[in-house]
Each structure stands twice: as structure tokens, then as C-alpha cells.
């Protein structure tokens, strides 16, 4: 007796599920996107002053 109210506590309870039609990787893709988005754009590195200017040589 006590093993059928211990199978049906566990039956009564409501099982997670994933929404249909949306695949993980178009999952994955849009929290990149939306992290892109989301964050400003980075400003530009200064010019390192040692290296402007100078010509390369040939090897």
C-alpha cells in the first residue's frame, strides 16, 4: 500500500518540458546575438607611438 502512494506522489508531479519548435542551437544563437547587441561597442586601441612611422623592412 505504501508503495503505490509513493509511485503515485511521483506521478502527480508535473515534469519539466523544452518548447516545442525551438532548437537548441537557435537557441544558442540568439542569446549571442542578443549579448552583441546588448553591449557597447569597444573603442579603438591608442596607436602604440613606437611603431608609427616606422618603415618595415624587407626580409
Do not use: F, I
Not at 542551437?25 to 613606437?50: F, G, I, K, N, W
Request: charged residues 25%; neutral net charge.
Amino acid at each position: 500500500m505504501e508503495s503505490n502512494e509513493h509511485q503515485h506522489r511521483y506521478q502527480s508531479r508535473p515534469r519539466p518540458y523544452a518548447v516545442g519548435g525551438v532548437s537548441m542551437r537557435d537557441l544558442l544563437a540568439s542569446c549571442a546575438a542578443a549579448d552583441a547587441v546588448s553591449r557597447p561597442p569597444r573603442a579603438p586601441e591608442p596607436a602604440d607611438p613606437r611603431t608609427v612611422g616606422e618603415p618595415r623592412e624587407a626580409a
